[in-house]
Structure formats: C-alpha cells, structure tokens
C-alpha cells in the first residue's frame, strides 16, 4: 500500500506522467516537483480520492487542471507555480 511517491528534484525525470500512476489508489502524497515532465496532468487523477498532497511545480506540464481533481476530497495541497497548467480549481 504506497501512500508516499515523493520524486521531486529529480530534474532527469521525463517524458508524460504514467496512467499507471494513477491506479496507486491508497497515495496521499504524491511529489514530482522539479523534473522535466511534460504533457498534461490526465482527467485519471480523479481516481486518487485519498490525495492530500500534489505537487509538479517546476516541470514543463501543459493543459488544463482536469475537473476530476475536484474527486479528491481530502487534497489539502496543491502546487502547480512554473508550469503552463492553465484553468480554474
């Protein structure tokens, strides 16, 4: 059961986010700030409901805040600044 996938300050890190990433359904904290991530942040990250924290500050993320993100009740955390993700919350 992960609860914490902390990569951040990795800057090696790239290409898109995994859609397996999305299935690790008991993550509460999930950190990839600082990498070279790019493409955008998938309407799957609905499916983290127990996320309390996300950040990806600092990557090269396109797109728009996906409105599934608002299925995580419990985020209290979310950290986007230095990317052009784009929209509401």
Same mark, same amino acid.
């Given at each position: 059961?992960?609860?914490? $996938?902390? $990569?951040?300050?990795? +800057? +090696?890190?790239?290409?898109?986010? %995994?859609?397996?990433?999305?299935?690790?359904?008991?993550?509460?904290?999930?950190? $990839?700030? =600082?990498?070279?991530?790019? =493409?955008?942040?998938?309407?799957?990250? =609905?499916?983290? @409901?127990?996320?309390?924290?996300? /950040? @990806?500050?600092?990557? %090269? @993320?396109?797109?728009?805040? %996906?409105?599934?993100? +608002?299925?995580?009740?419990?985020?209290?955390?979310?950290?986007?600044?230095? /990317?052009?993700?784009? =929209? /509401? @919350?």
């Amino acid at each position: 059961m992960l609860e914490l $996938l902390a $990569l951040s300050g990795n +800057g +090696g890190l790239n290409g898109t986010l %995994p859609s397996s990433l999305y299935e690790l359904s008991n993550l509460r904290m999930l950190y $990839l700030d =600082g990498n070279d991530f790019s =493409g955008s942040i998938s309407q799957e990250v =609905g499916q983290l @409901i127990l996320l309390q924290q996300f /950040t @990806i500050s600092d990557n %090269p @993320i396109t797109g728009v805040i %996906p409105s599934t993100l +608002g299925l995580c009740k419990e985020l209290e955390l979310l950290l986007i600044d230095n /990317t052009d993700i784009q =929209g /509401t @919350i």
